[in-house]
Structures are given as C-alpha cells and as structure tokens.
C-alpha cells in the first residue's frame, strides 16, 4: 500500500508536469484557461500527496502508538 501511495505521487507529479509543459507551449502569454489547467494538474498532486499521508497513517500509526509507553 505504501509503495502504491508513492507511485501514485509520482506519477501524478509527472502528469502535472507534462500538463504544465503542453500549457506553456500551447499558451506562452498569461490566459485564465491556463491557469486554471495549472491549478488543476496541481491540485491533483495535492490530493494524491493528501492520499499518501491517510496511507501512511494507517499502516504507520498502529506501530508507532504501540511504542508509546
């Protein structure tokens, strides 16, 4: 689950990426349209990372709580 959770990270990171590289070429001067593709391929990766955090915690937490004295 741990391995998935990074390699969702990263591939969405490589998306976000490719999105912002497609916007630039396709949009050199400033345009709300690609902004808002900007923020959208970043808020992806937000979601993936926020995704990876819950993950980690589930496996994690269990572990970590059980060395507390």
Do not use: Q
């Not at 490719?18 to 992806?44: I, N, Q």
């Not at 990372?49 to 572990?63: C, E, R």
């Amino acid at each position: 689950a741990v391995v998935l959770a990074i390699m969702v990270v990263a591939v969405s990171e490589v998306v976000n990426t490719a999105v912002e590289s497609v916007t630039d070429l396709a949009s050199p001067d400033w345009h709300p349209l690609a902004r808002a593709a900007k923020d959208a391929g970043a808020g992806a990766v937000l979601l993936a990372s926020a995704g990876s955090v819950a993950v980690g915690l589930i496996v994690f937490a269990p572990h970590l709580l059980a060395l507390l004295p």
